[in-house]
Each structure stands twice: as C-alpha cells, then as structure tokens.
Nanobody, 118 residues
C-alpha cells in the first residue's frame, strides 16, 4: 500500500477553479508506475463516488457530471496525480480522496475538503 498525501482543497465561488494534488512521498518510481490512480469524493450523507481515474497507461475515465470540467493527470517522475477542476458547481462540494489501486487493493489519502458556494 502507498502513503498518499492530498493538497489543494479549499473554498471557491461557483464557476471558479481548484487544482488538487496527491503525492506518494515514500513510493519508489518503479512501484508507483504500477498503480492506477484516481480521485473519489464523498458529500455529507452520500456514498463515496469515483470522480476520475487514470490508468498506468494514461487512460482516463470520468464521472459523467464532471466530464468537460475536470481533468486528471499524473506525473510519474514526481509520483503525483492531479485533478484540475474548472467551472466548479455547488454540487461538487465534498471531501475529495486520492486513491491508488493495484490488483484490486486500494490505498487512500486522508481527504481534502472542496467547498463551492454560489
């Protein structure tokens, strides 16, 4: 399992942007590149849902409601994954969690709060 540390959350007005970062500070490069990376979110009273995922080969998948607004990317040399969030909406308010998955086993970050106000 990986230690994952998120940063970049905060409060923003609707229509604004935020960029989340997730670093695996203790991973070695050859191990990190074998993980599929993703961002999940959980709003109060709701189940955790997958927002975006990027595979080891760079293939991306997005939750329908964020397509065209969010972009996931990874920099393996820095052992980081990013989530660029544009045109944020109040419905995007949630705690966002970084996820690393390999062979069906997941590691999770501690979460970072994103609040979008109208």
């Amino acid at each position: 399992q990986l230690l994952l540390v998120e940063s970049g959350g905060g409060s923003v007005q609707a229509g604004g942007s935020l960029r989340l970062s997730c670093k695996a500070p203790r991973a070695i490069f050859s191990v990190y590149i074998g993980y599929n990376m993703g961002w999940y979110r959980q709003a109060p009273g709701e189940q955790r849902e997958l927002v975006a995922r990027i595979s080891t080969s760079g293939t991306t998948n997005y939750l329908d409601s964020v397509k065209g607004r969010f972009t996931i990317s990874r920099d393996n040399s820095q052992k980081k994954v990013f989530l660029q969030m544009n045109n944020l909406k109040p419905d995007d308010t949630a705690v966002y969690f970084c996820n690393a998955e390999q062979g069906g086993i997941s590691s999770w970050g501690q979460g970072t709060q994103v609040t979008v106000f109208s």
